[in-house]
């Protein structure tokens, strides 16, 4: 292994990590949380006057309720692979990602190359 090319997660590093998920998760579910009561008192004061702005609002209620959701599969995968001990290996190659590619991305799961490799097969930039 080439400790310059390639750098492991600390065990501090690891647990920081986890924690920010964590944090992003409990962020994510207070969220939905205040979005559904706020949903449900405008629903309550609304009438028909209201009818069409609130189609606009469950609109964007689905919209965001997707984006977290998502969200909160990455966190619960990630925290999965934390505690099973497989966070930071390629899902691919079983290679291990580089520490500072998990920092700045930390729900990534492959390494630079499987990532290059399935970007210049789907033709997809994320
Ligand atoms: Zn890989």
């Known amino acids: 292994m080439n400790a310059t090319e390639l750098t492991e997660l600390t065990e501090t590093e690891l647990q920081n990590l986890k924690e920010s998920l ?3 998760k409990s ?9 559904k009561e706020e949903q449900s008192s405008m629903a309550a004061v609304a009438d028909e006057a209201e009818a069409a702005s609130q189609d606009i ?10 984006r977290d959701r998502t969200a909160l599969y990455a966190i ?5 692979k934390i505690a099973d001990g497989t966070y930071g290996q390629c899902e691919s ?4 990602i ?3 590619r998990l920092q ?8 630079i190359d499987c990532m290059e490799e399935q970007e210049s097969q789907t033709g997809l930039f994320q």
């Open 22 to 24: 964590l944090f992003q």
């Open 27 to 35: 962020t994510i579910l207070n969220k939905s949380h205040e979005f």
């Open 57 to 66: 609002s469950n609109n964007i209620s689905i919209h965001l309720h997707e």
């Open 76 to 80: 619960e995968r990630a925290l999965g």
């Open 93 to 96: 190659c079983s290679e291990i």
């Open 98 to 100: 580089n520490a500072r």
């Open 104 to 111: 700045v991305r930390p729900f990534t799961a492959l390494c």
